[in-house]
């Protein structure tokens, strides 16, 4: 290998194929040989992408590097020869940031190196780092897909488990919550729900292809730990396709909830406009400048016109309460 070594690289580690790791410096790397064990490489190509330096110091073909240097990138998995190409997804727990704002990893496997490439932090290859640094990290590098795939779909789990617990939330608010927060907070989840389902659909049909067709790379117990890491992400998605539909279920009883607020209401003003409606004919009539207007000389006159309006008002009410309108 070349003496170079890009900027963007976060970690060299020689895996000890027992659990454990050492770390090796950069300068080292051109010297490392595969018996001395599993490589690991990990590089931030945010900035920076090494793609020379892929295709010359490490010797990978230029799709490979255009893989793993990519801006967008989808979740798939590709069998080259005896090797493998995998891009995956992981929920986005980094702080201040969107959980369903889901980070990439870019990863080339072969049986005795595996090349990692990110262009943000995934806490679930800190968490792989954490292990092997603690001897009881992967001991090859289809146990190491199998780790990260199982640490991807523990934090997508995780995601969906808080998902529901809002929507339960927000199903269990008490009704005089105003409508337009609760609204907001569904309008919010949904968003999170379609983002964070954009990619682990695409995931499981990835982790099925690896199990489906392992190659040499995987043992049979690796291939059947992929098997079961497809099922669980497969689980995790119907479950966000059955908390969509409870979210649209919701914001249905929540427009309806809305509509009925607003129809109430009309209802009331139109019952104050119907029984003040004869009461405005009254004083319309009798405010009229007009001679021979009745009790314009008595003094009882206003008493008079009063019972008259408070009587007219009694009986709309009795009637409206006959015909059940209030």
Not at 7 to 15: D, I, M, R
Not at 19 to 24: C, D, K, N, P, S
Not at 93 to 118: C, F, Y
Request: charged letters at 25%; hydrophobic letters at 45%; proline letters at 5%.
């Amino acid at each position: 290998m070349a003496s170079t070594t890009p900027e963007g690289l976060l970690h060299a580690l020689v895996l000890d194929r027992n659990g454990g790791a050492t770390r090796i410096e950069p300068a080292g790397i051109q010297n490392w040989q595969p018996e001395d064990g599993l490589l690991w490489l990990h590089l931030d190509v945010a900035e920076r992408p090494p793609g020379e330096w892929m295709r010359t110091a490490l010797g990978l073909q230029s799709f490979v590097v255009e893989a793993l240097n990519a801006d967008e990138t989808r979740p798939r998995s590709l069998e080259v020869g005896d090797c493998l190409l995998t891009v995956l997804r992981g929920v986005n727990m980094n702080p201040g940031d969107d959980p369903e704002d889901m980070v990439s990893i870019r990863l080339w496997i072969e049986r005795d190196r595996i090349i990692s490439t990110r262009r943000r932090k995934l806490l679930s290859v800190q968490d792989m780092k954490t292990h092997l640094e603690q001897g009881t990290g992967p001991k090859s590098s289809g146990d190491f897909l199998a780790q990260l795939i199982a640490r991807l779909a523990d934090r997508i789990g995780d995601f969906v488990d808080a998902i529901e617990d809002r929507l339960s939330t927000i199903e269990e608010a008490e009704s005089d919550d105003p409508v337009q927060v609760r609204r907001r907070s569904l309008a919010g989840l949904r968003r999170q729900i379609a983002a964070v389902r954009r990619f682990v659909a695409p995931q499981r049909d990835a982790l099925d292809r690896l199990y489906r067709n392992p190659g040499s790379l995987l043992s049979d117990t690796e291939s059947n730990r992929l098997r079961e890491e497809a099922d669980r992400v497969t689980r995790y998605l119907e479950d966000l396709d059955l908390a969509r539909e409870r979210a649209v279920v919701l914001q249905e009883e929540l427009m309806n909830e809305l509509a009925q607020l607003q129809n109430t209401r009309m209802y009331v003003l139109s019952v104050v406009a119907a029984i003040f409606l004869p009461l405005t004919f009254v004083t319309g009539l009798l405010g009229m400048n007009v001679g021979g207007l009745p009790g314009i000389e008595s003094p009882r006159g206003f008493i008079i016109a009063l019972v008259i309006m408070v009587a007219t008002s009694a009986v709309m009410l009795v009637y409206f309460r006959f015909r059940k309108w209030l």
